[in-house]
């Protein structure tokens, strides 16, 4: 079973700074994708950013240039760096990591149970 924590998230005021961080622990063996989804409140979640393995990243085009990525596949820790907030960041932020259990499994998305940010105006 793997399981995978998010921690990080709180409130802040419109234009600062949050870190939020994850850590996937269990029987892993092979970490593929980690990245961070945000659900806001009446709306669909959204990928925020995601990252490879192999250390290609992705952002959503509400974050780019705002948001930055990082982490290490082999260690099974993501991190979201998130700088000048905006109100509408407002959300809860979940993490997923796409791993395989064993070498001959294949990979799945396990989810965090998210983590509330709060941006106000």
């Known amino acids: 079973q793997v399981r995978v924590v998010e921690s990080g998230g709180g409130s802040v005021q419109s234009g600062g700074s949050l870190r939020l961080s994850c850590a996937a622990s269990?029987?892993?063996?092979?970490?593929?994708?980690m990245a961070w989804y945000r659900q806001a409140a009446e709306k669909q979640r959204e990928l925020v950013a995601g990252m490879t393995s192999n250390g290609n990243t992705n952002y959503g085009d509400p974050v780019k240039g705002r948001f930055t990525i990082s982490g290490d596949s082999a260690k099974n820790t993501v991190y979201l760096q998130m700088n000048s907030l905006k109100p509408e960041d407002t959300a809860v932020y979940y993490c997923?990591?796409?791993?395989?259990?064993?070498?001959?499994?294949?990979?799945?998305?396990?989810w965090g149970q998210g983590t509330q940010v709060t941006v106000s105006s």
């Open positions: 269990g029987s892993i063996f092979r970490t593929y994708v």
């Open positions: 997923a990591m796409n791993v395989a259990t064993s070498q001959l499994s294949q990979s799945r998305t396990y």
